[in-house]
């Protein structure tokens, strides 16, 4: 079995990606952790607590930060309703979240599952804490797949996406690190990936509670996605990244460079820079990438992926 733990601020395509996470078959998902992003930190919690349960699945929910590392939150309620699940008055969860603090889980888990895969859907606020407190864990961690990052345009401002741009410090942070991190933007969740019309009728028609709420929970984000984008149909970001940290070979071009997060301008704020020709090591660039994408080696980035069998995965992970 591989050992999965996902960090979340969980919203409606996080719940879905933790479906799909949950059904695998040779996953174990140690935990979920929460971060404050999409909405409010308790809000995901108990988001997060509610998939689990539809889910039928005990696992541990540990609730992290309730804000990013200098910033004030930004939450996505325009996206993803008030309640991150399209506001149609879900019930509480039967669950409580454990005492222990996601920060804390995050270390200990690092220690006791070497060779784990992280997968974030969130803002990079826990993981940046973590490594702070802990260094040691990025060598530990097999894999960090991180949803995050618009190498080709953003999904909040024109040059970011949204979970690298709530949080640019921590992300900067992380990207930092010796994390071996795999990059799922979010350009990879759009074109092919989005489902159709008829698409999203056919999962319906599985007549599982997980495919209803899968969709019905992502009802205010379909609407909002076709707003900015003009777009139609159901585009899902972490369901994306977690079909490619569930088989990599979903992934189908892969390059590898350093990535640098913009931390200073408002006009750029949170964009992720890749030194696609990698020149960042040329004698006019050093100084500047040398102070902003430290000693991390690179980062994987995938440009594209089987979108077809990303649905594939999708459908069957709610059929169950
Ligand atoms: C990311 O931001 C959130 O809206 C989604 O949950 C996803 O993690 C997409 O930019
Ligand atoms: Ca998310």
């Not at 399209?86 to 060779?115: S, T």
């Not at 060598?139 to 949803?147: Q, S, T, W």
Request: charged share 20%; hydrophobic share 45%.
């Amino acid at each position: 079995m591989r050992s999965f733990l996902i960090d979340t601020d969980t919203a409606s395509d996080d719940a879905v990606a933790i479906m799909m996470a949950l059904a695998a078959p040779d996953v174990w998902v140690l935990a979920l952790t929460t971060v404050a992003g999409n909405v409010g930190l308790e809000q995901a919690t108990s988001n997060a607590l509610l998939t689990a349960e539809i889910c039928g699945s005990d696992v541990p929910v540990f609730a992290g930060a309730g804000r990013p590392l200098i910033r004030a939150l930004q939450d996505a309620h325009w996206f993803h309703g008030y309640d991150g699940l399209g506001d149609h008055g879900y019930p509480a969860p039967k669950r409580r979240h454990e005492r222990e603090h996601a920060i804390d889980a995050i270390v200990r888990l690092a220690h006791a599952e070497p060779g784990l895969t992280l997968v974030t859907l969130g803002p990079l606020t826990n993981i940046a804490l973590a490594l702070a407190r802990d260094p040691e864990i990025a060598a530990k961690i097999g894999r960090c797949v991180v949803m995050g990052g618009a190498p080709c345009e953003g999904n909040v401002t024109p040059a970011a996406e949204f979970n690298i741009w709530v949080d640019p410090e921590a992300a900067r942070a992380v990207f930092r690190s010796r994390l071996k991190i795999e990059m799922v933007g979010w350009h990879v969740s759009r074109g092919a990936s989005v489902l159709s019309d008829e698409e999203i009728a056919a999962i319906e028609a599985l007549g599982t509670a997980k495919a209803h709420f899968a969709i019905q929970s992502n009802s205010r984000a379909r609407e909002a996605y076709h707003t900015q984008t003009g777009e139609i149909g159901l585009s899902l970001a972490d369901p994306t990244a977690m079909a490619v940290a569930l088989d990599r070979t979903v992934g189908l071009s892969w390059s590898r460079h350093r990535i640098a997060i913009e931390t200073q301008s408002e006009l750029t704020r949170g964009m992720t820079v890749v030194d696609r020709l990698n020149v960042s090591a040329d004698a006019n660039n050093a100084e500047v990438w040398d102070a902003a994408a430290g000693e991390h080696e690179a980062a994987h980035i995938v440009w594209t992926i089987d979108s077809g069998r990303f649905k594939t995965m999708l459908k069957a992970a709610l059929a169950a």
